[in-house]
């Protein structure tokens, strides 16, 4: 009887339901009372940490990513990145419900900004060191919980914080493009991240159109209530679909030695150094459009009304829809500085004929917004093609050096603007966009696709991709890991 007793309870937890200690495939699960003890924090952590047997994974049979994954991580670049938008149209409901200034209102869409912006710098380079499952999931609930405040809350603080705290947890589109950047086949990367791109531009252009479409009809919070239950869809739909790839850096990396190498990755790393120029220089451009453009359209001989300048940001489908068609057909066929350049030639025709003509008729902004949208969209999936092939255990870290460029490049473009606008009209400030763009292509062509200085084209000419052109073998896995999973080009992800 002892013996027997002794046996059953040897055997309570069966050996196949107890998870197998696979690299990366999470802790192994505690008694079923553990949760329990710990409180909702501790249930909310197990449930993060823990993944299905079909999602972990196994050295010997990676994930395939094929385009369902690729749709679904462009998905959560959507539903995320939208957050950071749905209170721009919505500034003037806020203050009125407040009871503040216009001005004081505005401050939450700075706010929020501002929280991303901190987000990028010191969250994002986490995901060089944490699993991608548990902590993309762990954001996102983070990110609902909190927005629950702001669908709430009556205090104009408490809002403002919140928007700032919500803001910085928003970032889950800069840690799939990293993602998605390591695991796609080399041939078919250009295809893979334009996708995830499109969708992160998707998120900014339908936030702005439904929150103004909500708001004109409903109460402005209904917006925020529609953003928390699509956040909690996407949590779910990533919980039942996202693999558990595993960490960059299994033997460990110090947080703050991290956040240090995000600044030597930029002296060591020309390609980096190169596209964190361009995108700073193409942001300015981007920003500095859409911040005039309002002015030029609500003042002789135009006179829009708010309603008509909205219409504008529909321009953007043209670069959501063709962004995955560059990227097949020229990112991953071409050398990133030629695709790069093509973009860039092609946003400075757009600004030069915008900025001529932008005064004495409309053709002349809409020419711009299709052709700089577009350039800057297609220039910005080469570039990321080209750097997250820098190092495989440095790729979140790499996108944040990028990706703090590009936001400088922002506020750049929308300081010079605004003020050149005011000093001396449209022409003004265009004409600063006109330098900064054509500064940009001196930039791209400073250095060739095979050059391994800093300056120069040794290596050649040859526009059509070498296999080793921009990618160094990946240090993130074993490098017969490592085979497996970019050697499935052919099954994964087929054209």
């Not at 806020?94 to 987000?119: H, K, N, P, W």
């Not at 917006?223 to 679909?241: K, N, T």
């Not at 990227?327 to 757009?350: E, I, N, Y």
Request: net charge neutral.
């Amino acid at each position: 009887m002892t013996s027997t007793a002794a046996r059953n309870e040897d055997v309570q937890d069966p050996p196949d339901e107890t998870p197998t200690p696979q690299p990366n495939s999470g802790p192994e699960t505690k008694d079923a009372d553990t949760p329990s003890k710990q409180g909702l924090l501790g249930l909310v952590l197990a449930v993060m940490t823990w993944t299905p047997r079909r999602l972990r994974y196994d050295p010997g049979d990676p994930p395939e990513f094929g385009y369902g994954l690729n749709m679904l991580y462009a998905l959560a670049a959507t539903i995320s990145v939208a957050n950071l938008y749905y209170n721009q149209p919505v500034l003037n409901r806020i203050a009125e419900t407040f009871d503040v200034s216009f001005e004081r209102a505005s401050s939450v869409a700075t706010l929020m900004q501002a929280g991303y912006a901190a987000g990028l710098l010191f969250i994002c380079p986490l995901g060089d060191m944490l699993r991608r499952r548990p902590f993309v999931l762990g954001l996102i609930w983070i990110t609902s919980m909190l927005w629950l405040g702001l669908c709430v809350t009556d205090s104009f603080a408490a809002f403002s914080a919140l928007s700032f705290i919500c803001g910085a947890t928003t970032v889950t589109p800069q840690l799939m493009l990293p993602l998605v950047g390591d695991i796609a086949p080399p041939r078919r990367k250009g295809t893979a991240l334009s996708i995830v791109v499109s969708g992160l531009m998707l998120g900014m252009l339908v936030a702005r159109l439904l929150s103004g479409i909500v708001a004109s009809f409903t109460d402005w919070r209904n917006i925020y209530w529609f953003s928390f239950g699509a956040q909690w869809l996407l949590a779910a739909l990533l919980f039942v679909f996202m693999p558990d790839y595993p960490s960059a850096n299994p033997d460990g990396l110090n947080y703050f030695r991290a956040l240090w190498t995000i600044v030597t990755i930029l002296v060591q790393e020309p390609v980096l150094v190169q596209a964190c120029l361009i995108v700073f220089l193409c942001s300015a451009v981007f920003t500095s459009y859409w911040t005039t453009l309002s002015f030029l359209l609500s003042s002789p001989p135009y006179e829009y009304g708010s309603l008509v300048i909205g219409l504008f940001s529909l321009i953007g489908v043209v670069g959501i829809v063709g962004g995955p068609l560059y990227g097949r057909f020229v990112v991953d066929r071409f050398v990133s500085t030629f695709a790069s350049l093509v973009g860039q030639v092609l946003t400075l025709v757009g600004v030069v004929i915008g900025t001529w003509t932008g005064e004495t008729t409309v053709a002349g902004p809409i020419i711009q917004a299709v052709f700089g949208d577009t350039g800057i969209q297609m220039s910005q999936i080469a570039n990321r093609a080209a750097i997250y092939s820098i190092d495989a255990k440095a790729s979140n870290r790499v996108n944040t050096a990028y990706m703090v460029s590009a936001f400088c490049g922002q506020l750049t473009g929308t300081a010079v603007g605004n003020r050149l606008y005011a000093a001396g009209g449209w022409t003004w400030s265009g004409s600063a966009s006109i330098g900064f763009v054509a500064l940009s292509v001196v930039v791209g062509f400073a250095r060739g696709p095979r050059e391994q200085r800093w300056i120069g084209w040794r290596g050649g000419w040859r526009l059509r991709r070498d296999d080793d052109v921009h990618a160094k073998p990946s240090t993130s896995m074993p490098q017969d890991q490592d085979e497996t999973i970019h050697g499935q080009d052919d099954k994964t992800l087929v054209a």
